[in-house]
């Protein structure tokens, strides 16, 4: 059976996983006036597509895994990471939304208004958001470690768990470090695209179910995750830094051109910088970063991007990412199940629309 027929399974035995390990902290965070941060995790956990947990089961299957229960409990343990990172990342970005709604600092922002609490609303809410992101990471920990899969192969993969989630945080601060230069680099946009998302979206999910599976590291299970778990990884943050320029708000759930708005310094932007004429790097780098972006702003960036070829490029890498990612996949000793499903994932992880 591959993903295409589990993929609905998958999804909903993540979510009630989900809902069954929040259920279980109520009582620590019971009191009436936490009821808003409990409120705004559950809605942070609800919908997306689960491709974390499915590169971790699938990981887990085709290194021989059988189809025990407690693996989708440990894989839906990297959606309370993904809340956590999404919370902070919308801090760092002053983002005011998420999926369509509000992002979780403003949130919190608005509570402060309408209650005509003292202070500043804006550190109120931001403060929070922080300490939300913090309380899903520490809950992320606790459902991993409380899966319910054997004590050995939880002692096989705690390593790969404990290097994901630095990966994540280094991740996070060189986009930070990329912004704050402000002149990015091939490699350096390529850095980040990798750190920062494409390692825990894919590479270390997939890394943990294979070993996982089969109780510790083996030289076939690195190679596989270098091959094809970097590569679908650097391609998945490629095609999210092409929706956040090109994308329909409808589907991103964000206004469009946000990217733009935030100064995001991604590889769209570097091959854009390396292409353009004088006039033209000036524009973007005159406008870039501004947050009051209009959309005639917002449509004078689209053009250069799409003029100096950098649109076309970008889509070429994602194109090339993906298919190496496959042809590595023909070598790898995994089930043929996992290998079709992997395909399949591969394709969901680089052609997304949101």
Sequence with gaps: MTASFQWD???????RRLRMFVDRQRPLVGAPEL????????????GGKRLRPAFCYWGWRGAGGE???AIFTAAASLELLQASALIHDDVMDAS?????????????QALHERSGWRGSSTQFGEGAAVLLGSLLLVWSSEMWRTSG???????AAEPVHDIMRTELMCGQYLDLLEQAHFENTFDSALRVALHKSG????EQPLRLGLVLAARGQEPWIDRLCVEYGQKVGIAFQLRDDVLGVFGDPAQTGKPAGDDLREGKRTMLIARTLSEASERQAEDVRRLLGDPALDTDGVERLRRIIEDTGALAASEEMIK????DALTSLERAPITAEARAALEELAAAATSRQS
């Design 9 to 15: 399974y998958l999804r909903s035995e993540v979510d």
């Design 35 to 46: 009821a808003p941060l409990m409120t705004t995790a559950e809605d942070f956990l609800a």
């Design 67 to 69: 189809d025990d229960p």
């Design 96 to 108: 005011d939304l998420r999926r369509g709604r509000p992002s979780a600092h403003r949130r919190f």
């Design 149 to 155: 899969l054997p004590a050995e192969a939880l002692a």
């Design 199 to 202: 390692k825990y979206s894919v």
């Design 320 to 323: 090339r990412y993906h298919d």
